[in-house]
């Protein structure tokens, strides 16, 4: 385990032992495993390199609708942020969380799609074999956070797949995310490196479980890296969800409609073409 997952999951551990009631304990954790992926997309690897702007990015980061987050949502992260660098403050006085501004300095970026020639230079320096296959399923309108749980019996083929299936919303219907052309190649080629096992993972090899933070922070350092390898990380309104917004505008270029590429991404379809601007 690394030093930044250990001094988490001891926050929690702290968190649980004060005997609260489970309902804020597990709203409370959901909130630590956000700043983590954050501080990981970034490269952070333990609590003591944690900066106040880092701290800032977390209080006032935009909701999934792209709106500025709410005034008791901002009071809940600070609480959280203050639990989990208590033990620093208590040794020698620090603590990032509490240098952050009342409000931010400057508006948060907006996160924006990527251009087609930047998805071509992307494309070319991810690595072979998983990284790859995390591009081509970001590519597809699969999230991040759910790209290191599709497994090689979502393809619609395994010899020529053409499409990623993945279970409904909220109870609608199964998803379908269409691969590109070069998504059509990188995963058949992975699935016959896997020797097309359909229990197989695509784009995951490590040891994390189904929604532990190894794996749902695995495909966000990975795609962060690949985009910094193209050159694009000094863009700020650059994230990995730029590849998948990337797919968005690719889906409604070959005729999907507003709802259904909503529907793909997770998102309220009155938000999306403020997402896609």
Known sequence: MKQLEAEFQEA????????????????????LWEFYDLLGVVGVNRLADVTPGQCGA??????????PPAENTVVNRRVTLRGLFKPMRDISGTDPSTRVDPVPSRPTPSIRALTDQEMAVAQQVAAPGVSESRVALAQACIS?????????????????????????????????HLLTDWGRVVLGQ????????????????????????????????????????????????VMPKSITYWGAVRCLGLGATIGEVAYLLGVKEDNLPRILR
Do not use: F, H
């Open 12 to 31: 929690i551990v702290r968190l649980r032992d004060e005997n609260r009631s489970e309902q804020p304990v597990r709203q409370t954790e959901a909130m």
């Open 190 to 237: 992975r699935v016959r490196d896997l020797d097309g096992s359909p229990d197989a993972l695509l784009a995951y090899m490590g040891r994390g479980g189904p929604g532990s933070s190894a794996r749902r922070s695995s495909a966000s350092k990975d795609l962060a890296k690949v985009l910094g390898l193209a050159g694009l990380r000094s863009d700020e309104s």
């Open 144 to 176: 991040s956070g759910e790209v290191c749980d599709v497994q090689v019996r979502a393809l619609d083929d395994l010899n020529e797949p053409t499409l990623v299936r993945r279970p409904g919303r909220q109870g609608g219907p199964e998803r379908e």
């Open 58 to 67: 977390y209080l006032y980061r935009v909701t999934a609708r792209g709106a």
